[in-house]
């Protein structure tokens, strides 16, 4: 009896000892692969060749930035959520957005974005009766329309940026706006409207880090750093979830009520913490 009591520890310890040694791995691997590449070694040129983008042809450096926007976004989601406690509309959401930010720019897609908020949060208690499916086709369907809407009026008018509207990522559109509808149904304006404008600052951040000057060279000459984000993540959700403004929303009437949490964040995780988004 009591061995089996023991059990449930003796497995969140093997949990984290499992752990550890990913966290060794994922910084120790990249590190040692980079360092192969010192040109004063013999491997710099093995290394060098096999493991290095540096001469990847300069029309696909666009499609290798898209795919850095991914773990890098992820990394500041997850210092946003863990670190600080600041809870936004999901992990996707932020990157996504970002890559909006990055077609049509910040300051029309948060235009474009914030009506189309208001529009797909109104419709949506008609559906609440519908199957998940459902829901989220007609929702699809709604923002594909509210995408071809300035496209019409541009094609009437002429006007080049309504028609570059249309670029806005579809699907950004679409999970943006069910989220932002869902914290509604279950948390209010003040929480719906606190988390919209964190995912907003989050993919911000994510934005002013894929514009830092050398970025992507720096990745493309050492794309085993990749792995590092990863490390990172796992280092913040291990040694720096402090969750320094955990239930902190200046927009709601008490400040420093905790917040109510969802159906993630129910069972609590090892440490006694939530583990919800």
Not at 182 to 205: F, H, M, P, S, Y
Request: positive net charge; glycine residues 6%.
């Amino acid at each position: 009896m009591n061995a089996r009591r023991t059990d449930p520890a003796r497995a969140w310890t093997d949990a984290a000892a499992e752990t550890d040694w990913l966290l060794v791995g994922l910084f120790a691997l990249p590190l040692g692969v980079a360092l192969a590449k010192i040109p004063l070694l013999p491997t710099s040129e093995f290394s060098g060749r096999f493991f290095s983008l540096a001469h990847l042809p300069a029309h696909i450096h666009q499609i290798a930035e898209n795919v850095l926007l991914v773990p890098l976004g992820a990394l500041v989601v997850v210092i946003f959520r863990l670190t600080l406690g600041v809870r936004v509309l999901g992990l996707f959401r932020p990157i996504l957005l970002t890559m909006a930010f990055q077609i049509i720019g910040v300051r029309i897609s948060i235009a474009f974005l914030l009506p189309a908020l208001v529009l797909i949060a109104f419709l949506r208690p008609m559906l609440k009766t519908n199957h998940n499916y459902a829901r989220l086709g007609v929702l699809l369907s709604l923002a594909s329309t509210f995408l071809f809407t300035p496209l019409i009026a541009g094609n009437w008018w002429d006007i080049t940026w309504l028609r570059d509207l249309v670029l806005f990522p579809v699907i950004a559109l679409c999970l943006t706006c069910e989220s932002f509808a869902k914290v509604l149904d279950r948390d209010g304006i003040c929480e719906a409207a606190w988390r919209t404008l964190t995912t907003v600052a989050a993919a911000l951040v994510i934005l002013a880090l894929t514009r830092v000057p050398g970025l992507l060279e720096f990745f493309l000459r050492f794309p085993e750093m990749l792995l590092v984000q990863a490390g990172c993540i796992v280092m913040i959700n291990k040694h720096l979830a402090f969750r320094l403004f955990e239930g902190r929303n200046p927009f709601a009437p008490h400040p420093g009520r905790p917040d109510p949490g969802t159906a993630d964040n129910a069972v609590p995780s090892p440490q006694g913490e939530p583990a919800g988004p």
